[in-house]
Protein backbone atom coordinates (compact mmCIF):
# COMPACT_ATOMS: atom_id res chain seq x y z
CA UNK A 1 0.00 0.00 0.00
CA UNK A 2 1.27 3.60 -0.96
CA UNK A 3 1.98 6.13 1.92
CA UNK A 4 -0.96 8.44 2.78
CA UNK A 5 -0.99 11.51 0.31
CA UNK A 6 -0.88 14.64 2.43
CA UNK A 7 -2.07 16.82 0.12
CA UNK A 8 -5.38 14.93 -0.47
CA UNK A 9 -8.13 16.57 -0.33
CA UNK A 10 -11.54 14.56 0.42
CA UNK A 11 -13.30 17.00 -0.99
CA UNK A 12 -11.44 16.18 -4.60
CA UNK A 13 -12.88 12.43 -3.93
CA UNK A 14 -16.19 12.53 -5.69
CA UNK A 15 -17.96 10.04 -3.58
CA UNK A 16 -16.86 11.36 0.00
CA UNK A 17 -17.69 15.34 -0.93
CA UNK A 18 -20.37 16.10 1.60
CA UNK A 19 -23.02 17.21 -1.35
CA UNK A 20 -22.72 13.66 -2.24
CA UNK A 21 -22.91 11.84 0.45
CA UNK A 22 -26.09 13.82 1.26
CA UNK A 23 -27.60 12.78 -2.33
CA UNK A 24 -26.97 9.47 -1.78
CA UNK A 25 -28.33 9.41 1.85
CA UNK A 26 -31.52 11.72 0.86
CA UNK A 27 -31.91 9.08 -2.21
CA UNK A 28 -31.60 6.64 -0.05
CA UNK A 29 -33.75 7.74 2.61
CA UNK A 30 -36.65 8.63 -0.66
CA UNK A 31 -36.20 4.71 -2.01
CA UNK A 32 -37.42 4.08 1.85
CA UNK A 33 -39.74 5.75 1.86
CA UNK A 34 -41.35 5.08 -1.25
CA UNK A 35 -41.24 1.39 -0.54
CA UNK A 36 -44.78 0.10 -0.24
CA UNK A 37 -44.37 -3.54 0.48
CA UNK A 38 -41.55 -5.62 2.88
CA UNK A 39 -39.98 -6.95 -0.91
CA UNK A 40 -39.81 -3.86 -2.18
CA UNK A 41 -37.85 -2.58 1.21
CA UNK A 42 -35.37 -6.08 1.11
CA UNK A 43 -34.28 -4.54 -2.28
CA UNK A 44 -34.24 -1.04 -1.27
CA UNK A 45 -32.20 -2.21 1.48
CA UNK A 46 -29.60 -4.52 -0.63
CA UNK A 47 -29.64 -1.13 -3.37
CA UNK A 48 -28.90 1.13 -0.56
CA UNK A 49 -27.78 -0.27 2.44
CA UNK A 50 -25.65 -3.42 0.77
CA UNK A 51 -22.15 -4.33 0.41
CA UNK A 52 -22.36 -2.41 -3.00
CA UNK A 53 -24.74 0.28 -1.90
CA UNK A 54 -23.03 3.59 -3.11
CA UNK A 55 -22.75 4.24 0.63
CA UNK A 56 -21.00 1.14 1.09
CA UNK A 57 -18.67 2.16 -1.95
CA UNK A 58 -18.31 5.58 -0.44
CA UNK A 59 -17.03 4.21 2.91
CA UNK A 60 -14.45 1.89 1.11
CA UNK A 61 -12.37 5.28 -0.42
CA UNK A 62 -12.17 6.56 3.51
CA UNK A 63 -8.94 4.47 4.19
CA UNK A 64 -6.87 5.63 1.84
CA UNK A 65 -7.79 9.47 3.19
CA UNK A 66 -4.99 11.34 4.90
CA UNK A 67 -6.14 11.13 8.64
CA UNK A 68 -7.29 14.37 9.06
CA UNK A 69 -9.20 13.73 5.99
CA UNK A 70 -10.43 10.40 7.56
CA UNK A 71 -12.28 11.85 10.45
CA UNK A 72 -14.14 13.99 8.97
CA UNK A 73 -15.46 11.45 5.96
CA UNK A 74 -15.94 9.06 8.15
CA UNK A 75 -17.96 11.02 10.34
CA UNK A 76 -20.13 12.48 7.22
CA UNK A 77 -20.36 8.44 5.74
CA UNK A 78 -21.19 7.30 8.88
CA UNK A 79 -24.21 9.47 10.24
CA UNK A 80 -25.32 9.09 6.32
CA UNK A 81 -25.01 5.07 7.20
CA UNK A 82 -27.39 5.86 10.09
CA UNK A 83 -29.61 7.52 9.23
CA UNK A 84 -30.21 5.79 6.05
CA UNK A 85 -30.42 1.95 8.50
CA UNK A 86 -32.63 3.76 11.25
CA UNK A 87 -35.31 5.00 8.03
CA UNK A 88 -35.08 1.16 6.99
CA UNK A 89 -35.55 -0.20 10.73
CA UNK A 90 -38.54 2.47 11.05
CA UNK A 91 -40.16 1.51 7.74
CA UNK A 92 -39.94 -1.95 8.48
CA UNK A 93 -41.50 -1.47 11.68
CA UNK A 94 -44.58 0.64 9.72
CA UNK A 95 -44.66 -2.27 7.00
CA UNK A 96 -44.80 -4.78 9.19
CA UNK A 97 -47.36 -3.58 11.37
CA UNK A 98 -49.41 -2.80 8.75
CA UNK A 99 -48.95 -6.30 7.24
CA UNK A 100 -49.87 -7.64 10.71
CA UNK A 101 -52.78 -5.41 10.97
CA UNK A 102 -54.20 -6.51 7.01
CA UNK A 103 -53.57 -10.09 7.74
CA UNK A 104 -56.01 -10.23 10.60
CA UNK A 105 -58.62 -8.51 8.57
CA UNK A 106 -57.98 -10.42 5.65
CA UNK A 107 -57.49 -14.05 7.68
CA UNK A 108 -60.65 -13.32 10.38
CA UNK A 109 -63.04 -16.52 10.30
CA UNK A 110 -66.20 -15.37 11.82
CA UNK A 111 -66.80 -18.74 14.08
CA UNK A 112 -70.86 -17.12 13.93
CA UNK A 113 -71.35 -18.23 10.73
CA UNK A 114 -73.40 -21.51 10.00
CA UNK A 115 -71.61 -23.99 7.53
CA UNK A 116 -72.93 -26.86 6.07
CA UNK A 117 -69.31 -28.07 4.74
CA UNK A 118 -69.71 -31.39 6.47
CA UNK A 119 -73.35 -31.99 5.86
CA UNK A 120 -75.29 -34.41 8.52
CA UNK A 121 -75.44 -37.96 7.88
CA UNK A 122 -78.73 -39.74 8.25
CA UNK A 123 -79.91 -43.32 8.99
CA UNK A 124 -80.13 -45.54 5.92
CA UNK A 125 -83.93 -45.51 4.47
CA UNK A 126 -84.00 -49.41 5.08
CA UNK A 127 -82.90 -49.09 8.86
CA UNK A 128 -85.68 -46.60 8.97
CA UNK A 129 -88.39 -48.24 7.26
CA UNK A 130 -87.26 -51.45 10.05
CA UNK A 131 -87.58 -49.29 12.29
CA UNK A 132 -90.72 -48.33 11.80
CA UNK A 133 -91.87 -51.33 11.35
CA UNK A 134 -90.42 -52.92 14.50
CA UNK A 135 -92.29 -50.03 16.76
CA UNK A 136 -95.64 -51.04 14.77
CA UNK A 137 -95.22 -54.52 16.63
CA UNK A 138 -93.31 -52.90 19.97
CA UNK A 139 -96.35 -50.74 20.34
CA UNK A 140 -98.45 -54.22 20.47
CA UNK A 141 -96.65 -56.09 22.70
CA UNK A 142 -93.93 -57.05 21.01
CA UNK A 143 -90.05 -57.53 21.60
CA UNK A 144 -87.52 -57.43 19.38
CA UNK A 145 -85.63 -60.29 18.31
CA UNK A 146 -82.25 -60.59 16.61
CA UNK A 147 -79.86 -63.70 15.65
CA UNK A 148 -76.73 -64.26 13.83
CA UNK A 149 -76.58 -64.33 10.06
CA UNK A 150 -74.19 -67.23 9.97
CA UNK A 151 -76.56 -69.78 11.32
CA UNK A 152 -76.44 -73.17 11.87
CA UNK A 153 -78.14 -75.18 9.25
CA UNK A 154 -80.92 -76.66 11.67
CA UNK A 155 -82.39 -73.99 12.73
CA UNK A 156 -82.35 -72.61 9.24
CA UNK A 157 -84.20 -75.82 8.17
CA UNK A 158 -84.58 -79.07 10.21
CA UNK A 159 -86.36 -77.10 12.86
CA UNK A 160 -88.50 -75.12 10.56
CA UNK A 161 -89.51 -78.80 9.06
CA UNK A 162 -87.32 -78.73 6.39
CA UNK A 163 -85.02 -82.18 7.01
CA UNK A 164 -81.98 -82.77 4.77
CA UNK A 165 -84.34 -84.53 2.02
CA UNK A 166 -87.30 -81.95 2.03
CA UNK A 167 -87.61 -80.53 -1.51
CA UNK A 168 -88.65 -77.13 -0.11
CA UNK A 169 -84.89 -76.71 0.78
CA UNK A 170 -84.27 -75.91 -2.93
CA UNK A 171 -87.02 -73.04 -2.73
CA UNK A 172 -84.56 -71.25 -1.13
CA UNK A 173 -80.97 -71.17 -2.71
CA UNK A 174 -78.80 -71.89 0.18
CA UNK A 175 -74.67 -70.45 0.36
CA UNK A 176 -72.67 -72.73 2.25
CA UNK A 177 -69.79 -71.93 4.32
CA UNK A 178 -66.49 -73.70 3.07
CA UNK A 179 -64.88 -76.19 5.46
CA UNK A 180 -67.69 -75.94 7.89
CA UNK A 181 -70.17 -78.78 8.83
CA UNK A 182 -73.84 -78.04 8.60
CA UNK A 183 -73.52 -74.14 9.16
CA UNK A 184 -75.00 -71.83 6.45
CA UNK A 185 -75.72 -68.01 5.61
CA UNK A 186 -79.21 -68.08 6.60
CA UNK A 187 -81.64 -67.55 3.95
CA UNK A 188 -84.65 -66.27 6.45
CA UNK A 189 -84.93 -64.97 9.88
CA UNK A 190 -87.61 -67.85 10.45
CA UNK A 191 -84.50 -69.45 12.53
CA UNK A 192 -84.42 -66.18 14.79
CA UNK A 193 -88.00 -67.78 15.53
CA UNK A 194 -86.77 -70.70 16.98
CA UNK A 195 -84.12 -69.71 18.98
CA UNK A 196 -86.81 -67.01 20.79
CA UNK A 197 -89.05 -70.17 20.92
CA UNK A 198 -85.90 -71.93 22.87
CA UNK A 199 -84.66 -69.16 24.71
CA UNK A 200 -87.96 -69.15 26.90
CA UNK A 201 -89.26 -71.01 28.97
CA UNK A 202 -93.06 -71.53 28.19
CA UNK A 203 -94.98 -69.06 25.93
CA UNK A 204 -96.31 -66.88 25.21
CA UNK A 205 -93.63 -65.86 22.59
CA UNK A 206 -94.16 -62.65 20.64
CA UNK A 207 -91.34 -61.35 18.59
CA UNK A 208 -90.42 -59.35 15.82
CA UNK A 209 -86.88 -60.48 13.87
CA UNK A 210 -85.60 -57.68 11.15
CA UNK A 211 -82.46 -59.17 9.85
CA UNK A 212 -80.37 -59.49 6.59
CA UNK A 213 -80.71 -62.65 4.85
CA UNK A 214 -78.97 -64.19 2.19
CA UNK A 215 -79.34 -66.60 -1.09
CA UNK A 216 -77.53 -67.06 -3.89
CA UNK A 217 -79.60 -64.56 -6.24
CA UNK A 218 -77.81 -62.72 -9.19
CA UNK A 219 -77.74 -58.92 -8.48
CA UNK A 220 -80.09 -57.14 -10.90
CA UNK A 221 -82.73 -54.61 -10.50
CA UNK A 222 -84.81 -56.91 -8.34
CA UNK A 223 -82.95 -58.97 -6.83
CA UNK A 224 -79.91 -59.46 -4.43
CA UNK A 225 -78.06 -61.78 -2.74
CA UNK A 226 -78.30 -59.93 0.07
CA UNK A 227 -81.14 -58.59 1.29
CA UNK A 228 -83.67 -57.87 4.05
CA UNK A 229 -86.38 -59.51 6.14
CA UNK A 230 -89.19 -58.92 9.21
CA UNK A 231 -90.77 -61.74 10.49
CA UNK A 232 -93.11 -61.72 13.72
CA UNK A 233 -94.07 -65.01 15.33
CA UNK A 234 -96.93 -64.99 17.55
CA UNK A 235 -97.12 -68.22 20.34
CA UNK A 236 -100.07 -68.20 23.06
CA UNK A 237 -102.54 -70.40 23.51
CA UNK A 238 -105.58 -70.20 21.59
CA UNK A 239 -104.56 -67.83 18.64
CA UNK A 240 -106.00 -68.46 15.20
CA UNK A 241 -105.93 -67.46 11.62
CA UNK A 242 -108.18 -64.36 13.15
CA UNK A 243 -105.46 -63.01 15.31
CA UNK A 244 -103.32 -63.21 12.57
CA UNK A 245 -105.30 -61.19 9.61
CA UNK A 246 -105.99 -58.85 12.46
CA UNK A 247 -102.63 -58.51 13.24
CA UNK A 248 -101.69 -57.86 9.94
CA UNK A 249 -104.21 -55.70 8.83
CA UNK A 250 -103.26 -53.43 11.72
CA UNK A 251 -100.05 -53.21 10.19
CA UNK A 252 -100.75 -52.49 6.92
CA UNK A 253 -103.15 -49.83 8.19
CA UNK A 254 -100.19 -48.54 10.97
CA UNK A 255 -97.43 -48.34 7.55
CA UNK A 256 -99.65 -47.66 4.86
CA UNK A 257 -102.48 -45.31 6.00
CA UNK A 258 -106.68 -46.20 6.57
CA UNK A 259 -108.94 -47.83 4.71
CA UNK A 260 -106.69 -50.84 2.75
CA UNK A 261 -108.48 -54.37 2.61
CA UNK A 262 -106.35 -57.36 3.14
CA UNK A 263 -106.32 -60.83 1.39
CA UNK A 264 -104.87 -63.62 2.15
CA UNK A 265 -104.07 -66.50 -0.48
CA UNK A 266 -103.55 -70.39 -0.01
CA UNK A 267 -99.72 -71.05 -0.38
CA UNK A 268 -97.28 -73.40 0.74
CA UNK A 269 -94.21 -72.62 3.67
CA UNK A 270 -93.21 -76.10 5.28
CA UNK A 271 -92.67 -74.35 8.33
CA UNK A 272 -96.49 -73.15 8.34
CA UNK A 273 -99.83 -74.88 8.08
CA UNK A 274 -102.03 -73.38 7.08
CA UNK A 275 -100.07 -70.88 4.64
CA UNK A 276 -100.73 -68.23 2.97
CA UNK A 277 -99.65 -65.51 0.38
CA UNK A 278 -100.57 -62.07 1.68
CA UNK A 279 -101.78 -58.72 -0.67
CA UNK A 280 -103.07 -55.48 0.38
CA UNK A 281 -104.75 -53.28 -2.11
CA UNK A 282 -102.35 -51.07 -3.67
CA UNK A 283 -101.89 -47.70 -1.68
CA UNK A 284 -100.97 -45.76 -4.71
CA UNK A 285 -104.02 -46.40 -6.61
CA UNK A 286 -106.71 -47.83 -4.48
CA UNK A 287 -107.30 -50.61 -7.18
CA UNK A 288 -108.76 -47.73 -9.29
CA UNK A 289 -106.16 -48.71 -11.69
CA UNK A 290 -107.16 -52.06 -12.96
CA UNK A 291 -109.27 -52.49 -16.18
CA UNK A 292 -108.52 -48.61 -16.35
CA UNK A 293 -106.07 -48.17 -19.07
CA UNK A 294 -106.29 -44.27 -18.72
CA UNK A 295 -104.85 -44.32 -15.44
CA UNK A 296 -102.18 -47.05 -15.33
CA UNK A 297 -100.62 -47.64 -11.41
CA UNK A 298 -96.77 -47.95 -11.29
CA UNK A 299 -96.66 -49.22 -7.98
CA UNK A 300 -99.18 -52.21 -8.21
CA UNK A 301 -98.39 -52.44 -12.19
CA UNK A 302 -102.24 -51.93 -12.30
CA UNK A 303 -102.93 -54.96 -10.83
CA UNK A 304 -104.61 -52.96 -7.71
CA UNK A 305 -102.99 -55.75 -5.18
CA UNK A 306 -99.42 -55.50 -3.80
CA UNK A 307 -97.96 -58.62 -2.53
CA UNK A 308 -96.43 -58.50 0.94
CA UNK A 309 -95.11 -61.71 2.12
CA UNK A 310 -95.75 -65.38 3.22
CA UNK A 311 -97.39 -66.38 6.67
CA UNK A 312 -99.52 -68.62 8.45
CA UNK A 313 -99.96 -70.59 11.41
CA UNK A 314 -96.67 -72.17 12.80
CA UNK A 315 -96.63 -75.86 12.02
CA UNK A 316 -96.95 -78.08 14.85
CA UNK A 317 -93.99 -80.08 14.36
CA UNK A 318 -92.17 -76.55 14.55
CA UNK A 319 -93.56 -75.81 17.50
CA UNK A 320 -92.45 -79.59 18.86
CA UNK A 321 -88.84 -78.75 17.52
CA UNK A 322 -88.36 -75.95 19.37
CA UNK A 323 -89.84 -77.20 22.98
CA UNK A 324 -93.57 -75.55 22.79
CA UNK A 325 -96.55 -78.20 23.57
CA UNK A 326 -99.10 -78.07 19.98
CA UNK A 327 -101.42 -79.48 22.13
CA UNK A 328 -101.35 -76.46 24.85
CA UNK A 329 -100.25 -73.26 22.47
CA UNK A 330 -100.73 -72.47 18.87
CA UNK A 331 -98.74 -69.83 16.88
CA UNK A 332 -98.75 -67.40 13.87
CA UNK A 333 -95.92 -65.90 12.08
CA UNK A 334 -95.35 -63.85 8.70
CA UNK A 335 -92.26 -63.01 6.89
CA UNK A 336 -91.36 -60.23 4.24
CA UNK A 337 -88.93 -58.64 2.21
CA UNK A 338 -88.22 -54.62 3.77
CA UNK A 339 -86.00 -54.08 0.29
CA UNK A 340 -89.29 -55.03 -1.59
CA UNK A 341 -91.23 -52.89 0.96
CA UNK A 342 -89.17 -49.80 0.55
CA UNK A 343 -89.26 -49.79 -3.49
CA UNK A 344 -93.01 -50.09 -3.93
CA UNK A 345 -93.51 -48.13 -0.97
CA UNK A 346 -91.03 -45.38 -2.69
CA UNK A 347 -91.59 -46.45 -6.25
CA UNK A 348 -87.68 -47.32 -6.64
CA UNK A 349 -86.69 -48.99 -9.86
CA UNK A 350 -83.94 -50.67 -9.00
CA UNK A 351 -83.11 -52.21 -5.89
CA UNK A 352 -79.00 -51.97 -6.45
CA UNK A 353 -79.86 -48.19 -5.70
CA UNK A 354 -80.83 -49.08 -2.02
CA UNK A 355 -77.52 -51.23 -1.33
CA UNK A 356 -74.88 -49.02 -3.45
CA UNK A 357 -74.89 -45.94 -0.84
CA UNK A 358 -75.20 -42.87 -3.06
CA UNK A 359 -76.11 -40.37 -1.08
CA UNK A 360 -78.58 -38.84 -4.36
CA UNK A 361 -80.47 -41.75 -3.90
CA UNK A 362 -80.87 -41.75 0.14
CA UNK A 363 -80.71 -37.82 0.28
CA UNK A 364 -84.21 -37.50 -0.70
CA UNK A 365 -85.57 -39.63 2.26
CA UNK A 366 -84.97 -36.83 4.68
CA UNK A 367 -82.78 -36.57 7.45
CA UNK A 368 -84.64 -39.54 9.89
CA UNK A 369 -81.56 -39.80 12.77
N1 LIG B 1 -89.43 -67.49 5.95
C1 LIG B 1 -90.22 -67.38 4.76
C2 LIG B 1 -89.34 -66.99 3.60
O1 LIG B 1 -88.36 -66.35 3.79
C3 LIG B 1 -91.33 -66.36 4.90
C4 LIG B 1 -92.37 -66.79 5.87
C5 LIG B 1 -92.25 -66.45 7.20
C6 LIG B 1 -93.44 -67.50 5.45
C7 LIG B 1 -93.21 -66.84 8.10
C8 LIG B 1 -94.41 -67.89 6.35
C9 LIG B 1 -94.28 -67.55 7.65
O2 LIG B 1 -89.62 -67.34 2.48
Redesign the pocket.
Known amino acids: MSAPNKSYDPVEVEALKPAEVERMRDEALAAIAAASTLDELQQVKVAHAGDRSPLALANREIGALPPHAKADAGKRVGQARGAVNKALAARREALEAERDARVLVDEAVDVTLPTDRYPRGARHPLTSLADRIADVFTAMGYSVAEGPEVEAEWLNFDALNMGPDHPART ?2 DTFFLKDTDSVVLR ?4 PVQIRSMLATSEPPVYVVCPGR ?1 FRTDELDATHSPVFN ?1 V ?1 LLAVDEGLTMADLKGTLDHMVRALFGEGLATRLRPSY ?1 P ?2 EP ?1 AEMDMVCFACRGESVGNPDRPCRTCSSEGWIEL ?4 MVNPRVLRAAGVDPERYSGF ?4 GIDRMLMFRHNVEDMRDIFEGDVRFTLPFGMEI
Request: hydrophobic share 35%; charged share 5%; with cysteine.
Open positions: MQTHTSVQEFFTSGGCGAFGF
